[in-house]
């Protein structure tokens, strides 16, 4: 099988792109990688998230393969997200961009104000 070419404006690597490249879909890897979830239990780890976009977020990612969704049969249903070792792959290098982005926001953000002002 062929790689891809992210230069390429009609190669699918650019929508697998936005899909990891989303801020909340960063945040649900982070937040699940030491386990299952419930929404809600998500929604309060990523914080400033609504539930609409969460929702949506989830669904996307379900349906890249990123993430499965458990619904088990109790009353009221319970429902659990749990990383796919394809979105457990995906921790080490979004791990890596957290880590620099909080290590360096200082500085973007000096830079950002220099050029406003």
Known sequence: MENG??????CP????????GDKWSVLVVLSLRE??????????????????????TLRAMEHDGLLTREVFA????RVEYTLTPLGQSLHAP????????ER???AVLAARA???G
């Open 35 to 56: 386990g299952p979830r419930r929404f809600t239990e998500l929604r309060d780890a990523i914080g400033g998230v609504t539930p609409k976009v969460l929702t949506q």
């Open 114 to 116: 220099a050029h406003a």
């Open 94 to 101: 979004i791990r890596s961009v957290t880590e620099w982005a």
């Open 13 to 20: 690597t650019r929508l697998i792109l936005d899909r990891i």
């Open 74 to 77: 109790e009353v009221p249903p």
């Open 104 to 106: 360096n926001v200082h």
């Open 5 to 10: 070419d992210a230069f390429d404006p009609n």
